[in-house]
């Protein structure tokens, strides 16, 4: 934890944090003046625990200030350079963008789209993709994206919940060297389904596909759509979206978010954490189908006026190298990616990323886990040459943007491998214990946010007892992240994991962050997931998976030299009592490990909503890996 790097940009903006810290209510209303809003609030924020209305009555529109504003200085401005995963390529001006922007609005009225109507987006990463969320905020539409990578019953439990009007989806979507086929998914997803009137079809893989009554092709309406659509002056607490949540601790939550406290949120952050310059080329490696690329992808970047890299793909498809290709021929000097990528990017080696130039890279982000010091390290490294700072940022689907972050746009700090470092400005986070009283420093406990922020979800879709319950029952006037985490004696945030996974061995509580860093720092490791199972003496004993990095081989010796380093790097408390090295681990489809998995399995319990699962088989190898344990627990009870 001691170990520091001092990095920044060189700026020293001290008076953001001084005037969020003396009102941040006055902090934020003058922070919401840089947006554009047809009319002003009358109030800044009303606060009726849980519930909070940012820029009361005051009218605004996303797809206004995410092209209008930028169009009306500079409409030749690129502002998407997509890359395909079979190597096509285009590229979009802001004026472009517009442009195609109000046609498909226009369409969408045509097809009956009214203000406040539910339309659902399962499109791969094309340009279609954020012109359809763009058309739906022109109108006042609600966008609810699916990830295209889910399965139909995904899709029609998403779709009936959201009870959309229009689904907007494409004939196919390429992955890794193969086709998916996107339309005939949404036929089987909504058959049956009477409230949706309309299936608007864009071809992009120029696959055969079957029409039926509702299906409209894309390229037929707007090519007699007019060319100019009215932005609807929307109230600010209009809803922008619905998203749901990875589906790490359970059952994805439908998330409700709001227009004008959200935009605020991203303009100022993007504009702090990613420094964001005329010049940059930025890459966000996340999917718009999840709220990374909501916020940071479509709406933060785009009212900045930002150029970016779309990549419709696998990133190490057809080899391992294409992230880097991407960044060397884009010149990309902005990169927001996953730790979970980021440690399958390190699996092969230093060699790839070398045999690249990587030079024009100044900014390096994370998002969506706790990042190993290990990884933080080489990312810095090798990705960064020792020159970039690490965005590591803490947020949610729930918080809208980003919560705790260095922010290298207003301050330079000292980074520390492994921690997100400090709350933006304007955002009151803290660590209590189980009643809600503050912990002191170097005390582990959960993650609250004492305040509301402008970028605070409005509540849980049609469900606010679910909203109340989930984040407001175990502190009335705190929210609850359900992150588990600690601040070191300098104000520094470390997560620690989630609160439900956290262990209890012999009284002492550990996250599950702290021990998998632990493995991962070890040479011939790419990943660790661990959980705990009961234990008559110590309360839980420790089973940990791990993921052997390419090219190594399990085996007995390297077993217990794994387990004595984790005793030398955290302590003999972390000791876990089974250790199996896996092929792979159970994750999201957004590429987090579910450790409730591993604990369901391990404890003989049923798995719970999986549907979010990127991949059957591995929770398979970890059942069989567990079977053999209940076979040599048998064998020595008897
Ligand atoms: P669900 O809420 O359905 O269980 P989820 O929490 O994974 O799924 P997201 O909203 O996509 O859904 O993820 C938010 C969570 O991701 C945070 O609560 C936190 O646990 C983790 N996270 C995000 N960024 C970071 C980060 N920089 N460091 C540590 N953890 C992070
Ligand atoms: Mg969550």
Redo the contacts with the bound molecule.
């Keep these: 934890m001691d170990e520091t790097y001092r990095l920044g940009l060189g700026n020293n903006d001290i008076l953001t944090r001084k005037r969020a810290e003396q009102d941040y209510v006055k902090f934020w209303e003058e922070e919401a003046g840089k947006l554009h809003w047809f009319e002003k609030w009358h109030k800044t924020l009303e606060w009726t625990p849980p519930f909070a209305k940012w820029f009361v009555n005051g009218k605004i529109n996303a797809s206004y200030n995410a092209l209008d504003v930028v169009s009306q200085t500079t409409p030749e401005k690129s502002a998407i350079l997509w890359e395909g995963e079979n190597g096509e390529k285009r590229s979009l001006t802001y004026g472009e963008l517009l442009n195609y922007v109000c046609k498909v609005a226009n369409v969408l009225k045509s097809l009956g789209v009214k203000k406040g109507d539910r339309v659902t987006v399962y499109l791969p990463m094309i340009p279609e993709l954020i012109v359809s969320l763009l058309a739906c905020a022109r109108i006042g539409a609600i966008h609810t994206v699916i990830f295209s990578g889910f399965s139909s019953q995904s899709i029609r439990d998403r779709v009936y919940d959201s009870k959309s009007k229009v689904i907007i989806t494409s004939d196919g979507g390429f992955r890794r060297g193969t086709i998916v086929k996107l339309k005939q998914i949404v036929d089987e997803a909504i058959s049956g389904l009477d409230f949706v009137e309309n299936v608007l079809v864009y071809e992009h893989a120029k696959i055969p596909i079957t029409m039926g009554e509702k299906d409209k092709k894309w390229s037929d309406l707007i090519h007699s759509a007019s060319e100019y659509c009215e932005p609807e002056k929307l109230d600010s607490a209009h809803p922008l979206y619905i998203l749901y ?6 059952k ?2 439908g998330v409700l978010h709001g227009t004008g406290g959200y935009l605020v949120h991203l303009y100022n952050t993007f504009k702090w954490v990613f420094d964001i310059q005329k010049s940059d080329i930025y890459f966000c490696t996340a999917d718009i189908g ?2 990374t690329g909501h916020s940071y992808i479509v709406y933060g970047p785009l009212m900045h006026g930002a150029t970016q890299v779309m990549y419709e793909g696998a990133l190490v498809f057809p080899t391992p190298k294409r992230i880097w290709e991407i960044i060397e021929r884009y010149k990309v000097t902005i990169l927001y990616t996953t730790p979970t990528a980021l440690r399958m990017f390190m699996k092969y080696g230093d060699t790839l990323p070398n045999s690249k130039d990587l030079s024009s890279l100044r900014l390096l982000g ?6 190993n010091p290990e990884v933080w390290k080489w990312y810095f490294k090798i990705i960064g040459k020792e020159k970039c700072p690490i965005i ?7 918080t809208g943007g980003i919560m705790i972050s260095p922010v290298p746009g207003l301050e330079t700090i000292s980074l520390k491998p492994g921690s ?1 470092t400090l709350p933006l400005p304007g955002i009151n986070v803290a660590i209590v214990d189980e009643n809600g009283h503050d912990l002191p420093t170097e005390t582990k406990g959960y993650l609250v946010v004492k305040d509301p922020w402008p970028g605070m979800l409005l509540s849980l879709w049609q469900d606010d007892e679910k909203y109340k319950v989930a984040y407001w029952s175990k502190y009335k006037t705190m929210y609850y ?3 588990y985490a600690i601040k070191d004696k300098d104000g520094y945030f470390w ?1 620690l994991g ?1 609160s439900d996974d956290v262990l209890k061995v012999a009284g002492h509580r550990l996250g599950t962050a702290e021990i998998e860093s632990g493995f991962v720092s070890h040479k011939s490791v790419a990943e660790a997931a661990v959980c705990g199972i009961p234990h008559e003496v110590k309360g839980e004993s420790i089973i940990v998976f791990i993921v052997l990095k390419e090219g190594i081989s399990s085996s007995k010796q390297l077993e217990s030299e794994l387990i004595q380093h984790i005793r030398d790097v955290v302590g003999p408390i972390a000791t876990p009592d089974q250790l199996y090295i896996v092929s792979k681990l159970p994750k ?1 489809r ?1 590429g ?1 490990i579910m450790r409730r998995l591993l604990k369901a399995v391990a404890k003989g319990e049923s798995t719970g909503d999986v549907s979010t699962l990127e991949d059957e088989a591995a929770v398979d190898e970890i059942r069989i890996a567990l079977n053999e344990l209940q076979k040599t627990i048998s064998k020595k009870s008897n």
């Design positions: 949540t990875s589906g790490t601790t359970g994805p939550k999840w709220v994370t998002v969506g886990e706790p990042i590591d940022t803490w947020w949610q689907t729930e997100a992240s359900g992150d997560m989630r999201t957004s987090k």
